[in-house]
């Protein structure tokens, strides 16, 4: 344990990270699992919360509502980034994978050169994936199709749950790169 964390915990007044964790991470799992749609991504959010005050705690006066303040915005920060994610049928998987490889899946409310164009699109997405290399497709697979937590994804592949996170970042971020080249995305 760092020297200065522990002469802090000695300080009259003066709370720990260590006391702060034992007073603060179940009522903040309950808050952010209140916020989020399971206790894996309220998991997740409340560690970040920790990892970063630790790495802030000089800075930080109010720590407590500092770690209220950052669960929150983690929580709205992730409910962001799980709306923009859209599932891709699997061709061949029965929906909407048959010859053309997307007919089941035709939204009604497209014009049908809008509907053309979706189709062509999502072409060029699953062509885009292919082009990964293998583990970043095997993590966005862990993720976005058995919908996986991070810490479900890291125990299944050994990798910490941070490097699965840097990943998956570095992955989707490079998809996007290729999509947005194809003029798919601006």
Do not use: C
């Amino acid at each position: 344990m760092n020297r200065e964390l522990s002469a802090r915990s000695e300080e009259p007044g003066v709370e720990s990270i260590e006391t702060l964790f034992q007073a603060l991470e179940s009522p903040l799992l309950g808050y952010a699992g209140r916020l989020l749609r399971g206790p894996d991504e309220a998991q997740d959010v409340v560690q970040e919360a920790f990892l970063r005050l630790h790495r802030q705690f000089n800075e930080i006066h109010d720590r407590r509502n500092w770690l209220y303040r950052t669960v929150h915005n983690l929580s709205m920060n992730h409910l962001r980034r799980e709306r923009k994610i859209v599932s891709l049928p699997q061709a061949g998987s029965g929906d909407g994978g048959g010859p053309g490889g997307m007919e089941d899946v035709v939204d009604l409310r497209l014009l049908p050169d809008e509907e053309t164009a979706r189709v062509e699109g999502l072409d060029v997405v699953r062509s885009r994936l292919q082009s990964l290399d293998t583990r970043s497709r095997d993590l966005i697979r862990l993720k976005f199709q058995e919908g996986l937590s991070y810490k479900q994804i890291s125990e299944r592949t050994g990798l910490t749950v941070s490097h699965v996170g840097y990943l998956l970042h570095h992955a989707l971020k490079s998809l996007a790169t290729e999509v947005a080249k194809a003029g798919l995305i601006p």
